[in-house]
C-alpha cells in the first residue's frame, strides 16, 4: 500500500470485493483490494485484461458498488449511500475519460462539454462561458461548433477531457484514454494531463501502453482481480517521464501549431 497518511487523502479503500453472476457461476473480477491515495497524486493502473482495472475504476468513480469492503472519496465513505447522493458526489468530485469518448453525436462540441453542468444546474449562460473557456483551454476554440463526426479522434478526445473537468472534479479517472489514438493525439492528452496533475488534480489512469503509464508518479499492477505491485517512479525518472511527455507533444503537436 502507498504510504499516505490516513489523515490526508482523496481515496481510501479496504477490502473491496467485486463478484459477478456470470452462467451460474461466481466470478471475482476484483479480490481483497486495500489502498490510499493521497490528494494531487497520479497514478497509473496497468495490468492484462481482465485484471480487473476497470472494476476498480468504476468502483472509485461511484459507477458500481463492491460486494464488499469499504471506500471513502474525499472524506465520504460512499459504500452504502443511496443513489442520488452518489451522483452527485460523482459529479462534484470525479471526471471521466474512456477510450470511446462517449460524445453525444449529435450535440456540438460546446454542448457535450457544458452537459455535467446542466446536471449540476448552472444557469445557461454560465455553462456556455465555461464551456467555451474549457475548450479554448485545449486548443479547441474554433471547433466548437462542431459536432463529433467533423473531429479528429484527437480532437474528440480533448473535448472528452474538457467535459471531464469543466466542474473542476478533484479527481479525473481515465480508462484506456489514448487506447484509440495515434501516437501524436495520445502524446497531446499524456500532456494535458500533466498540465491538470501540476495543477492540483489527482489523475488515475488504467492503461495497456507502458509509455502513459510511465508518464504517472506512481503504478498499480494489477492481475486476476488482485493488487499485485504498488511502487513509486523514482524522482529522477518522473521528471525524465514529464520532459519525454511534454516534448513528445511539442514535436507533434505544439511545433505544428
Not at 475504476?57 to 465513505?77: A, E, F, Q, T
Not at 479528429?152 to 473542476?168: D, F, P, W
Not at 496533475?197 to 499492477?221: E, F, P, Q, Y
Not at 488482485?226 to 520532459?243: F, I, Q, T
Request: one cysteine or more; aromatic letters at 4%; glycine letters at 10%.
Amino acid at each position: 500500500m502507498g504510504k499516505v497518511s490516513s489523515q490526508h487523502y482523496l481515496i481510501k479503500a479496504e477490502g473491496l470485493t467485486r463478484n459477478y453472476q456470470i452462467g451460474g457461476r461466481v466470478v471475482t473480477a476484483l479480490d481483497d483490494v486495500s489502498l490510499l491515495i493521497g490528494p494531487g497524486d497520479y497514478v497509473a493502473i496497468i495490468g492484462p485484461s481482465g485484471s480487473g482495472k476497470t472494476t476498480l475504476m468504476k468502483i472509485l468513480g461511484c459507477l458500481d458498488r463492491p460486494s464488499n469492503g469499504r471506500y471513502w472519496l474525499d472524506g465520504i465513505d460512499v459504500s452504502g449511500l443511496a443513489p442520488d447522493r452518489m451522483a452527485d458526489i460523482r459529479n462534484r468530485v470525479v471526471g471521466f475519460l474512456f477510450q470511446s469518448f462517449l460524445l453525444l453525436p449529435q450535440s456540438t462540441a460546446l454542448e457535450n462539454v457544458e452537459m455535467p453542468l446542466a446536471y449540476a444546474g448552472v444557469k445557461a449562460s454560465e455553462r456556455r462561458r465555461r464551456a467555451r473557456e474549457a475548450l479554448a483551454r485545449f486548443g479547441l476554440a474554433e471547433r466548437e461548433t462542431h459536432r463529433p463526426a467533423r473531429l479528429s479522434g484527437g480532437e474528440q478526445q480533448r473535448v472528452a477531457l474538457a467535459r471531464a473537468v469543466i466542474n473542476n472534479p478533484r479527481l479525473v479517472l481515465a480508462d484506456e484514454p489514448t487506447g484509440a489514438l495515434d501516437e501524436e493525439s495520445a502524446g497531446e492528452v499524456t500532456r494535458l494531463f500533466a498540465e491538470l496533475n501540476h495543477s492540483g488534480v489527482t489523475i488515475l489512469v488504467a492503461t495497456h501502453d507502458m509509455a502513459v503509464a510511465r508518464c504517472a508518479k506512481r503504478m498499480l499492477r494489477f492481475r486476476d482481480g488482485r493488487l499485485e505491485g504498488d511502487r513509486r517512479v523514482r524522482p529522477s525518472r518522473a521528471r525524465r517521464n514529464k520532459l519525454v511527455c511534454s516534448l513528445t507533444a511539442v514535436v507533434n503537436g505544439e511545433a505544428q501549431a
